[in-house]
């Protein structure tokens, strides 16, 4: 590169020479004059110029202890929602304070692609100097007099400005709304990323202009897996829909040839009836009976059929019963929720629940039924259908475990696990069903509203606080799209479609005490009553 050296004797005069780049195909001095004096003003005169080639300052007329700035370059995998900063490229440059502004100029023209310098002080954090600020700070009036030759912490200090520090291990979300939420003046700076050794610390550099690039990725990214995920979800609403309507139309189908069982159960019970007493009339009439007839009332054995035909009448009817109720809960649980809510009785929601359960509810487990005086309650019942559903199958699972570890214990433990499996309780589902007032305090919208509060409680060994906070965590709108659990569903429809309260309670204590038991899971349900 090619530098000419001037003077200014009027406007220029305190300063000894100014070096500037000009083009390398002019290589006389009288273009350059010419060229020159045509774009200075007229009072500035043109004194020992001279044109030629300058040898670039080297980084070796630095500090010996001056490192030379290094980058980290980060995975090559495709971005994710989970990525970190430690797969974005870092830049590594970490001088001591001590050092001048212009030994770091040096270096940054020879490296043009860091963003700026990492400052230590006897070992520690300092700060950080963009390359942004730096050269702002020396286009100041008299900047070049004030921070050229002085020590980092000297501009530093000047900035006030406070670095960013990101662990390496932050996911890239979560650092760019970190680094979004500050200041507009510091919105380019760099950001500093510490990477924690065995030995020290070490700070990197980070481009903020890249860190935006990369989460603009993960958003498009993110944006692209909810969007595949929207469309499985409808795929698989509109199969749950084709199921529930087939399910309910084989439902009516089973309850039409069973209706016909039912009602003409009542006839036969009664033609046999009179058919029973119309024999026992013949034979207070005519205690003679032929011989034939004889051997057929003993080859067909009458008595036997006169006390068993109203126990078969009896089973037919129990299990034309039990199919009609099972017919009727799954068009309950099938059923499709209108537009707007419609009075349902709960009770029959979850006595149809409960049927259908039937099959996992082993003689072990105990279902306990509080019922309350509940009025029709406007609800969509089909969701509210789902909402039990899904509470009373962890209840299920989890105290079927709890059983199978009590018989375990039962038939292969000791004379004194026996003793203790004795003292256990039996498993056990309380659903509790009743008209709730609460102060104004709890719904200042509303105070005199009522609530129709559904608490279905178990037994069984409860949660862990870590999956306590997990559940809790799975309710909040942020993470409910990540986190689509069953119980999550179950919270935004009590919530967000019913205007309910959710509410779970899982107390976590040690091992119970003597006589003690160990604490369970607890939902309750809250609708307001309109």
């Given amino acids: ?60 007329r630095s500090s010996s202890s001056m490192p030379c700035p290094s980058i980290l370059e980060g995975s090559h995998q495709e971005l994710c929602l989970e990525s970190s900063l430690a797969e974005l490229r870092l830049h590594h440059f970490q001088v001591a304070s001590c050092h001048s502004s212009e030994e770091i100029l040096l270096i940054f023209e020879h490296y043009p692609m860091v963003p700026g310098v990492v400052l230590e002080e006897k070992g520690q954090l300092l700060g950080m100097v963009s390359r942004q600020r730096l050269l702002e700070c020396l286009v100041y009036p008299k900047g070049t007099e004030l921070f050229l030759s002085q020590p980092l912490s000297v501009l530093h200090r000047y900035i006030r400005s406070n670095s960013l520090v990101l662990p390496e291990t932050m996911t ?52 692209q897996v909810r969007y595949e995920r929207s469309q499985l979800q409808m795929i698989q609403t509109e199969k749950m829909a084709s199921l529930g309507r087939l399910v309910d139309g084989v439902a009516h189908e089973i309850l039409d040839p069973v209706g016909f069982i039912w009602g003409n159960l009542v006839h036969l019970s009664e033609y046999t009836q009179q058919v029973m007493e119309l024999l026992s009339a013949y034979e207070q009439n005519f205690p003679e009976i032929p011989p034939s007839i004889a051997h057929l009332r003993t080859e067909m054995e009458l008595d036997y059929l006169r006390h068993d035909i109203p126990q078969t009448i009896a089973g037919i009817r129990s299990g034309a019963d039990r199919l009609k109720n099972l017919a009727s809960s799954l068009q309950t649980f099938c059923h499709i929720d209108e537009v707007y809510p419609k009075p349902a009785d709960l009770h029959d929601c979850l006595d149809s629940i409960l049927l259908l359960l039937k099959s996992h509810l082993t003689g072990e487990i105990e279902i306990v039924r509080n019922y309350g005086h509940l009025p029709p309650v406007n609800c969509y019942a089909g969701q509210l259908t789902q909402v039990f559903t899904n509470i009373l199958s962890n209840a299920v699972n989890a105290l079927m475990n709890q059983a199978v570890r009590q018989q375990m214990t039962h038939a292969f433990g000791s004379e004194g696990s026996e003793v203790q499996q004795y003292r256990q309780p039996k498993p056990q589902i309380t659903i509790t069903t009743q008209v709730r007032s609460f102060p104004a305090s709890f719904y200042p919208l509303n105070p005199a509203l009522r609530w129709v509060s559904i608490c279905i409680a178990d037994n069984g060994p409860g949660f862990s606080p870590e999956k306590y906070q997990q559940i809790l965590a799975a309710f909040a709108v942020e993470n409910r799209a990540d986190k689509e659990t069953s119980l999550a569903m179950s919270y935004q429809i009590v919530t967000a479609r019913h205007g309910g309260k959710f509410y779970f309670r899982s107390p976590v204590s040690s091992a119970p005490a003597n006589g003690g038991t160990q604490p369970g899971a607890e939902f309750e349900i809250l609708l307001p009553m309109s």
């Fill in 1 to 60: 590169m090619k530098f000419c050296r001037f003077s200014n004797t009027v406007a220029l005069r305190g300063y000894r020479f100014i070096e500037c780049p000009i083009f390398p195909e002019i290589d006389r001095e009288s273009e350059f004059v010419g060229i020159l004096e045509a774009l200075l003003p007229q009072n500035v005169s043109v004194v020992n110029l001279q044109i030629g080639k300058v040898p670039m300052p080297s980084a070796k």
């Fill in 172 to 223: 890239i979300l979560a650092a760019a709304q970190l680094a979004l939420r500050r200041p507009i003046s510091q919105q380019g700076e760099p950001i500093v990323v510490s990477c924690h050794n065995a030995t020290q610390p070490t700070y990197y550099l980070l481009d903020s202009h890249e860190l935006n690039i990369a989460y603009w990725q993960i958003r498009g990214i993110e944006t």
